[in-house]
């Protein structure tokens, strides 16, 4: 096992937060500043580098870390100035108040703007969370605390159109690039936080649309299965986070669960794997066997390390025999988890493709 250290980043609402303190502080005291030291929700602080690229015009990129993030490397920037901006996507401006002060913040070229319910954001406003304008108000107190302004910001993302592609914005409504995101100002190396924060936030547009039904996938076959069978929205792909998932749904009363995968994953979820990545263990492949022997009296001696090794020993009727067993003793596990997460649903059903 490797001893390497896993290296953590900044979210981009800390990038975003720099590259506004910079312009402020050009336009508040003069000066040009080549790092900003933010303080983090916590009250932890972070040194982030940013570079004047015009007159309160700054810019600073998103440094590498160990987690799976499709912004790392992104350029983010910032202009401010004192007149409203003009030719921008349509929006509603966030706004960043300080005392008799105020800031309002637009979606530039690479950040997306909202467009459904069911988000932290409401709809027609810059993809920019809470917590970022949080971040951004707590850092701009001490510019701007005995002034009485009116500003104007434009946050934006270099690709960001492109970097989007690779997340669920699209899907639940932000369009045209990527988020301004973070709700500690820390990337945390391969965690699953950025994963289930995505979840959380397809489920609430999910809800919006339609509160009665909601479709977990798992794999890219499954989901390519349930777009020809279900709304997008109610679909999510969940990865590996099974349990995890199941329990993001506590806010919400969605009352049919659809879940599917393909039939190593539902094998998995069969022997109550939470979490069906490898790391976490493989199938149990003398209990397959013990399976298939109790209820179709099929005898296999030999030694198994995939399912499909297994599937290729049987016929075409002994094998759609033993995929409903293992969907249906997966769906008992699903009833059991919802239980034990106090969760609203009625009805289960499991699709092995």
């Known amino acids: ?31 040009e500043k080549n790092s900003i030291e933010v303080t983090l929700p916590d009250d932890k602080t972070a040194t982030i580098k940013v570079k004047r690229v015009g007159k309160l015009h700054f810019e600073t990129i998103k440094g590498d870390n160990d987690d799976i993030d499709v912004t790392k490397g992104a350029k983010i920037s910032l202009q401010l ?10 929006q509603k401006p966030s706004t960043v108040t300080v005392g008799s002060s105020i800031i309002f913040l637009y ?22 969370n809470p917590t970022p304008l949080s971040m951004m ?8 605390k005995e002034k009485n302004l009116q500003l104007y910001a434009i946050v934006s993302v270099e690709n960001g ?47 919006e649309e339609n509160p009665d039904l909601i479709v977990f996938t798992l794999g890219n076959t499954a989901y390519d299965y ?33 879940f ?11 022997q109550a794997f939470k979490n069906t990545h490898n790391r976490y263990g493989s199938i149990d492949f003398e209990q397959v066997k013990s399976l298939l022997h109790s209820h179709q009296n099929i005898r296999l001696d030999e ?44 009805t289960i059903k499991t699709v092995i493709v």
């Open 260 to 270: 599917i995968t393909a039939s190593a994953k539902m094998t998995k979820v069969a």
């Open 303 to 346: 030694d198994f390390s995939t399912l499909k090794g297994v599937l290729e020993t049987l016929d075409t009727k002994q094998k759609e025999l033993f995929l409903k067993l293992i969907a249906d003793m997966a769906k008992k596990q699903l009833q059991l988890w919802a239980k034990e997460l106090h969760l609203q649903i009625n």
């Open 226 to 258: 349930a777009n020809k069978h279900f709304h997008e929205s109610s679909i999510i792909e969940v990865g590996n986070f099974v349990y995890d998932a199941l329990a993001l749904l506590k806010p919400y009363s969605f009352q049919k669960l659809i």
């Open 137 to 144: 108000q707590k850092n701009s107190m001490d510019l701007l």
């Open 81 to 90: 100035q004192s007149t409203p901006p003009k030719a921008l996507k349509p």
């Open 1 to 31: 096992m490797s001893n390497k250290k896993l290296k953590s980043g900044y979210t981009t609402g800390t990038h975003a937060t720099a590259v506004l303190v910079a312009a402020l502080n050009e336009f508040v005291n003069g000066k």
């Open 161 to 207: 159109e492109e970097i989007a592609k690779q997340t669920a914005n699209a899907k639940v409504g932000v369009i045209g690039g990527i988020s301004i995101l973070g709700t500690k100002g820390i990337v945390k190396p391969v965690s699953a936080t950025a994963y289930l924060e995505s979840i959380k936030a397809e489920l609430g547009v999910a809800a």
């Open 107 to 128: 979606a530039g070229d690479g950040v997306g703007v909202v467009t459904k319910k069911g988000l932290k954001i409401a709809p027609n406003h810059p993809a920019i």
